[in-house]
């Protein structure tokens, strides 16, 4: 689920990254299928990495000089995972999580 509403694609692992000096294994990506909405974006890509990358790192983020330290956080050897149950779920906090409504099966054959 994106900002814009639910982004339909594929969730996979990249073998490796590269930031800097640092090399994180196994990273996860998310690939979504809906073209035109990569394609309005300023700057053009296929996937997202996300905050699971992020979160392996302490970061100070310098924006007057343009630029990002990295020092390797307390969960930088953690694997990083994902939620395989193929379900597409939402839930309502304003109804203290009384609900969830089942959206669709998502993968293979969905």
């Known amino acids: 689920m ?13 073998k490796e990254v590269e930031l800097g000096k640092y090399k994180v294994k196994n990273v996860i990506a998310a ?3 809906d073209e035109e909405r990569t394609r309005s974006l ?5 996937g997202n990495l996300g905050i699971g990358l992020l979160k392996k790192f302490d970061l100070i983020i310098d924006y007057p000089d343009s630029v990002i330290y990295l020092k390797p956080g307390p969960n930088y ?4 995972e994902h939620d395989m149950s193929g379900l597409v ?3 309502d906090v304003m109804d203290d999580l009384q609900h969830i409504i089942i959206y669709r099966r998502s993968g293979v054959g969905s």
């Open 2 to 14: 994106g900002i814009n509403g639910l982004i339909s694609g594929t969730v996979s692992r990249i």
């Open 89 to 91: 779920y939402f839930s």
């Open 42 to 46: 300023s700057v053009p890509r296929d």
């Open 77 to 80: 050897r953690k694997n990083e």
């Open 31 to 33: 690939f979504p299928e």
